[in-house]
């Protein structure tokens, strides 16, 4: 009986291979079975097999199932301590006056947004850099596509006024819209954050709330690419459950313990 249950699993961890994702199939075994169950009951089927059938039949299903792997969750200013945080340090005159940014795993974009906002913030009370732009990743493709609109539920303008105050997208129908002013500063893009980096010249790097979903193995892969692509000086925050391992503090040093905002010094 096991026989087919594991082709079923070989032929769905296939499936999302070919979709560039199958660093979703690295996650730690708890995260990637729970997710897979609840796909499987949603649709009905009883089976890894029966459920691969069905990715075989359906793109649509193959998106879904790569979301659902993805955990996508986010939201504008999430833990706003830390952002505060990164605003001052920002805003410090060490910072370039050019300034190239990372949301690296920045789900349906709101990481992204959030920090365009922080640095027109800076920029309009003549602090912070004053040429900046954000490039923004994720593997999800379905996410990216909320990213690129830029438009949100009306809580995102209120999370994004409990921290900047009053809010500077358009709110004027039922949804938060990101400035018109800020769409030609930020990119998105699909890429895997297992795979090495194309530069490495960024100045300060967001992945937060990625990394604790990944094996150990997989972990130290994704924090050797994100160190190769941040300049000496640069900064790296993680989310407000991730530390950056021991064996890195050498390449690290603590800018904001609490939440978890690094430099990278060597
Ligand atoms: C929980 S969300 C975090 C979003 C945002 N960074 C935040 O903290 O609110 C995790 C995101 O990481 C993305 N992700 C997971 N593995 C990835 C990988 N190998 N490469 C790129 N993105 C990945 C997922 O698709 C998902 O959108």
Excluded at 215 to 233: E, K, N, S
Aim: charged share 25%; with cysteine.
């Amino acid at each position: 009986m096991t026989a087919p249950i594991e082709t079923g699993l070989l032929r769905i961890r296939r499936h999302l291979t070919a979709m560039g994702a199958e660093a979703l199939t690295q996650f730690k075994g708890s995260y990637f079975d729970r997710r897979l169950q609840s796909r499987l009951r949603v649709r009905g089927v009883a089976d890894p097999t029966a459920y691969a059938d069905l990715l075989d039949r359906e793109p649509d299903e193959r998106r879904r199932l790569l979301s659902a792997l993805a955990i996508g969750v986010t939201s504008f200013f999430r833990n706003p301590t830390a952002w505060t945080r990164l605003g001052a340090l920002l805003g410090e005159s060490t910072t370039p006056v050019t300034l190239t940014a990372w949301s690296a795993g920045c789900a349906t974009g709101e990481e992204a947004w959030s920090l365009a906002l922080l640095l027109a913030d800076l920029e309009s009370r003549g602090r912070g850099p004053i040429d900046w732009r954000v490039e923004a990743t994720d593997l999800d493709e379905r996410s990216l596509e909320v990213a690129r609109a830029g438009s949100y539920s009306p809580r995102a303008a209120a999370d994004v006024a409990a921290v900047l105050g009053p809010v500077p997208g358009d709110v004027s129908s039922d949804r938060f819209v990101v400035p018109e002013a800020l769409r030609p500063r930020v990119r998105f893009a699909q890429a895997d954050l297992t795979a090495p980096a194309p530069t490495g010249d960024h100045d300060l790097i967001l992945c937060r709330n990625v990394l604790i979903y990944f094996t150990p193995a997989a972990q130290a892969r994704v924090m050797d690419h994100l160190l190769g692509a941040l300049r000496p000086g640069g900064l790296l925050m993680l989310g407000k459950a991730e530390l950056a391992a021991f064996d890195l503090l050498p390449r690290l040093a603590l800018a904001d313990r609490r939440e978890r905002i690094y430099r990278r010094i060597a």
